[in-house]
T-cell receptor
């Protein structure tokens, strides 16, 4: 069975500082990992994904994520936070069954303080 | 491309009433999904479809029915709404060429059952 943990419900960071949103996973076999962002009253928007290859994945809006197999982690990062990055962030793992659906973490609310 | 659209955006029902949520996608995707989002629980899969005329149960299917009569549309029905079905409902779609494919989400429907 698969699981995804986002250990922090809330992350606060000052504008201009680097940000990290943490995610750890547990899957059988190769992990297919995703990050989505949800702005208020909006649907989920795809940020980036890790399938295979380089452990550092670059995505939309300057975000990147580092895949660490030994620590089973897939942390989301950005070198310099913007106020507009404030949103709810979800880590997800692809379920490798007939559904091919995503199994989501509980989300981390990021607040960037001006 | 409109992507994934959902109607309605908001709805208030009384206990026992019925309604249908419509999801439409114009990306020629084979797979479509219905998720519900509840506070502190991430998104959970209700039902899914791997192609026109096919549907299957997800993680939390009780109290819901679905139909996929046309490839571009995926309907979610509540026959007798209950307060426990108060939630935000998201539709998603993906091609998928393989399990690495990205899912694209609609803007959501906020449902309140009184």
């Amino acid at each position: 069975a698969q699981s995804v943990a986002q250990p922090e419900d809330q992350v606060n960071v000052a504008e201009g500082n680097p940000l990290t949103v943490k995610c750890t996973y547990s899957v059988s076999g190769n992990p297919y990992l995703f990050w989505y962002v949800q702005y208020p009253n909006r649907g989920l928007q795809f940020l980036l994904k890790y399938i295979t290859g380089d452990n550092l994945v670059k995505g939309s809006y300057g975000f990147e994520a580092e895949f660490n197999k030994s620590q089973t982690s897939f942390h989301l990062k950005k070198p310099s936070a913007l106020v507009s990055d404030s949103a709810l962030y979800f880590c997800a793992v692809r379920v490798l069954t007939g559904a091919n659906n995503l199994f989501f973490g509980t989300g981390t609310r990021l607040t960037v303080i001006p | 491309n409109a992507g994934v659209t959902q109607t309605p955006k908001f709805r208030v029902l009384k206990t026992g009433q019925s309604m249908t949520l419509l999801c439409a996608q114009d990306m020629n995707h084979e797979y479509m999904y219905w998720y519900r989002q509840d506070p502190g629980m991430g998104l959970r899969l209700i039902h899914y479809s791997v192609g026109e005329g096919t549907t299957a149960k997800g993680e939390v299917p009780d109290g819901y029915n679905v139909s996929r009569l046309k490839k571009q549309n995926f309907l979610l029905g509540l026959e007798s709404a209950a307060p426990s079905q108060t939630s935000v409902y998201f539709c998603a779609s993906s091609y998928p060429r393989d399990s690495t494919d990205t899912q694209y989400f609609g803007p959501g429907t906020r449902l309140t059952v009184l």
